[in-house]
């Protein structure tokens, strides 16, 4: 169990390096997303992630937000990123609260707001809430 952890350390510095960027300057790097993407894909190719029809169904889910405009597309492919990574509950738990906290904030404050960090703080809280502490 805690070997797992130990083996998506990468993909979650990752996320909070992406969370610190997206908080000082609102913009998610290139290289934080390259660095995000290149994890992904030893994950995968090592075997200690997988695709599935769930996945890709949230995947889906993340480019309509995108395109219609709610969510950036840093903020989508980070988001996408990590779907592939960590179970997909969380996964739409942690975009669906972070875009609920969004919305509590002024329609014109809303621009302003660094979704990466709302998600990285729920992200945390639903591992931190998780009794087994285990990624698939």
Known sequence: MMSRL??????????????????????VGETTILYLATVTLILYLSGNIYVDTT?????IALIILNLCGF???GD????????LIIP???????????LATLYLYR???????PLISLYTIWLTLLILLDSTICIY
């Open 6 to 27: 130990i083996i998506f350390t990468p993909a979650i510095l990752g996320l909070y390096i992406a969370a610190i960027e997206d908080k000082k300057k609102l913009v």
């Open 71 to 73: 969510i950036g597309g």
């Open 55 to 59: 996945k890709i169904a949230i995947l």
């Open 88 to 98: 997909p509950s969380w996964s739409m738990l942690a975009v669906c609260c972070s």
């Open 107 to 113: 329609k014109r404050e809303r621009r302003r707001v």
């Open 76 to 83: 989508a492919k980070i988001m996408m990123l990590m779907a």
